[in-house]
């Protein structure tokens, strides 16, 4: 199978620390494109950038780990979304599975020059631990193009297996940030070669995007590639080959109104990930994003919005299930950004869609929840920023070389 075409070369250089951790450096590569629409309103003005960024320098935290860490990303859900999916599904606005969760905190998320974020900026700072420009997957920008290394990268390094799974298509920004490095979320081709060829995730699911990590092309790499729900649910979890659920070309249907007769959804490809990547016996790293929230708030569809917040909520509530007898798994519930300002007017009832109001299309700076459970969730505590993420999950704190002298 041939290789998918790359738009520059790359180099590493390795540096060690504690618990085996580090940081992948290495050599920036041109890039542009679009993203997320965000509102353009600032809190404060941008930071002026006169210097490349500094080079990531590790030191440990002794704290104990967990064997399992399981990232669940709601993209574009604020708390209103969270309000609103609960009273509709329970009749209560803390009723969904994640909200009765016993850590909660509130993250915010400005990217690099303190503007509203997309979700490749979040995403990448949540993954890395370092801000970055809109668009960026995962590498210094602002700054020399020093790929970061992210969490994915970390518990492979450690033994895990390691996975991605997303109603959008896999090479989205938010995956992207996990298991890739490019200068823009839009070079699908090249964030399919770094899943092929660099960073190797045991587990993919999701969409697919044309050109880029089609299902003939995983499977040339050795990836066991299903198309359904019955092939999905057929597989072997002590298999030891990689996994490639490819279910649409483009993003997954959105739960409200699209066709879910033969894919499977977020809580069944959850529960599948759950099975497979469980069979390490050092344990895995998982990341769960719906992008339909998001997408529903670009288009300030509340059915749509609703819906995918409520099957998110499933998603982590066969995840707790799954959880329920183990000390050794840590699972998080966040979001990347909130999406549409929405404002809830009038709840209505369970079963019933709220009556509400948007103020954007595109992503506001409102802090938006977290919730967790499990070893070390004690440290997500009050208002974090979205690099907090990095720390607390690695125990690696990323200071600046220059102001540790």
């Not at 193009?145 to 492979?156: A, I, P």
Request: glycine residues 10%; negative net charge; contains cysteine.
């Amino acid at each position: 199978m041939p290789m998918i075409p790359s738009s520059c070369a790359k180099r590493r250089v390795w540096s060690n620390s504690l618990l085996a951790l580090s940081l992948l450096l290495g050599g920036g590569c041109g890039g542009g494109g679009g993203g997320d629409t965000v509102t353009s309103t600032q809190v404060s003005p941008p930071i002026a950038v006169v210097s490349p960024a500094p080079v990531p320098t590790p030191t440990q935290t002794p704290l104990a780990f967990p064997r399992n860490v399981i990232l669940f990303i709601g993209d574009g859900m604020g708390f209103e979304s969270a309000g609103a999916a609960s009273v509709f599904a329970t009749g209560g606005e803390n009723g969904l599975a994640f909200q009765g969760l016993p850590v909660q905190a509130r993250m915010v998320h400005n990217n690099a020059f303190n503007q509203t974020t997309d979700s490749a900026a979040s995403a990448t700072a949540i993954a890395s631990g370092f801000k970055v420009a809109n668009e960026v997957i995962s590498v210094l920008i602002p700054g020399d193009g020093t790929e970061l290394k992210t969490l994915l990268e970390v518990y492979q390094q450690q033994g895990k297996r390691t996975g991605l799974v997303t109603t959008s298509f896999i090479e989205d920004a938010t995956p992207a940030a996990f298991g890739a490095h490019n200068p823009s979320r839009n070079n699908v081709a090249n964030i399919a070669q770094d899943y092929l060829t660099q960073t190797t995730p045991h587990l993919l699911m999701g969409g697919y995007s044309a050109g880029a990590l089609e299902p003939a092309t995983a499977a040339g790499f050795g990836y066991t590639v299903v198309r359904d729900r019955a092939a999905m649910n057929s597989l072997d979890a002590d298999s030891p080959n990689r996994v490639a659920g490819l279910f649409s070309e483009g993003r997954m249907p959105y739960e409200f109104d699209g066709d879910y007769s033969t894919i499977p959804t977020l809580s069944e490809m959850t529960v599948k990930a759950l099975d497979i990547l469980d069979a390490d016996p050092d344990g895995f790293f998982l990341l769960v994003e719906n992008e339909n929230i998001d997408e529903s708030g670009h288009g300030n569809h509340i059915q749509r919005h609703v819906a995918a917040t409520v099957e998110f909520d499933k998603a982590v509530e066969n995840t707790l299930n799954w959880a329920a007898d183990r000390n050794d798994t840590l699972i998080i519930v966040t979001s990347d950004h909130e999406c549409g300002g929405l404002t809830v007017l009038n709840h209505r009832g369970p079963g019933l869609y709220p009556d509400v109001v948007w103020s954007t299309t595109g992503h506001t700076q409102a802090a938006v929840p977290i919730y967790a459970r499990g070893p070390r969730s004690e440290r997500f505590v009050g208002t974090l920023d979205n690099t907090d993420f990095f720390e607390i999950l690695t125990g690696v704190v990323l200071t600046n070389p220059q102001q540790s002298d």
